[in-house]
């Protein structure tokens, strides 16, 4: 990290970010120094190329030793920064909220896909919100729509609630803080979740990152991973339309699982969309036509 000077610039600022990162053995140097001065509110990304000679603050340097500190010890930038971008838009996080992932993402995807006409008035339910940012997201691009957000973490609730305001869709957004649809009696046009999927005895193993920072609540499917989704579909179809369809955020190896689910289950079908990577991703469920 670069000495503090009157006039310290973000080019000698982030070529200071990008060396500790590189001597820190880190790959991807400058994609990470650039990631950790735009999620601090530093530099637009880019930016550090681009106008190296603009003056930093001492209170920006201190922001960006502290952020970089925090980083290399584990910490993601996303939770240092307490917000993230999930479909172009900022997220903020908390303790109890997942950090939303990208392959999440697809999600939203193909509920555009099926659902294309943007004025449509649909009615959306989110399950295990988080920090809303499938609900939310959803609800900016169908203006006309309304929804309910689920989670059985009151924090969680709390910290979606606050995004909702800040994209301004509170409005349409109700939450309710319960296990899963058990509290629900109304049907949906779409159903939206990603929950809890991992395997317990998969925990200890995952990264730190993940681990230490997003909550047990968020991760923890039980002894198989499937303990949450036999609790979400039992019941499932009082949900649904005929025309109503469900996305569910299943892991790579879970295609069979969710499958069998499906069948065991008296939904009408169940199809599995691979991520950009070619993992089996999401799971699109039906109950009426197919
Ligand atoms: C994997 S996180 C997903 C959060 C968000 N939807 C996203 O994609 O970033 C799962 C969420 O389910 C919530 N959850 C866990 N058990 C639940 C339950 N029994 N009923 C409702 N929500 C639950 C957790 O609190 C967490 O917010």
């Known amino acids: 990290m670069a000495e503090k000077t009157h006039k310290q610039t973000l080019g000698t600022l982030y070529d200071s970010v990008r060396n500790a990162y590189r001597q820190a053995g880190c790959a991807g140097p400058g994609h990470r120094a650039r990631q950790l001065l735009d999620y601090l509110g530093i530099a637009a990304p880019g930016e550090a190329l681009t106008y190296p000679d603009k003056v930093v603050s001492d209170a920006e340097i201190n922001k960006v030793q502290d952020g970089l500190t925090r980083n290399l010890a584990g910490e993601p930038v996303s939770r240092i920064s307490g917000h993230r971008e999930f479909y172009g838009l900022d997220f903020l996080l908390s303790k109890e909220t997942l950090d939303p992932r990208p392959e999440t993402e697809l999600i939203v995807d193909l509920v555009r896909k099926r659902f294309t006409d943007p004025d449509q008035a649909l009615s959306i339910l989110d399950l295990g919100t988080g920090t809303g940012c499938l609900l939310i997201t959803l609800l900016t691009l169908y203006p006309e729509s309304c929804g309910v957000a689920v ?16 994209h301004h869709v509170e409005a349409r957004m109700a939450c309710v803080c319960g296990d899963w649809h058990q509290a629900l009696t109304a049907r949906f ?19 730190e990152s993940v681990r230490r920072f997003d909550p047990i609540l968020a991760l923890d499917g039980g002894k198989d991973g499937f303990m949450e989704y036999k609790k979400i579909f039992s019941g499932l179809e009082r949900l649904f339309y005929p025309h109503s369809r469900a996305y569910f955020e ?3 190896d879970q295609e069979n699982g969710i499958m069998r689910l499906a069948e065991e289950s008296r939904v009408a079908s169940c199809k599995v969309h691979p991520d950009n990577g070619g993992n089996s991703r999401v799971a699109e469920i039906a109950c009426g036509d197919k």
Do not use: M, Q
Not at 158 to 165: C, D, E, L, M, S
Not at 191 to 197: C, D, E, F, G, T
């Open 151 to 166: 989670d059985i973490s009151e924090g969680a609730l709390r910290t979606a609630y606050g995004n909702a305001r800040c």
């Open 250 to 252: 299943i892991g790579y």
């Open 189 to 207: 046009d779409v159903i939206v979740a990603n929950p809890p999927y991992i395997a317990r005895e998969v925990i200890p193993g995952l990264a």
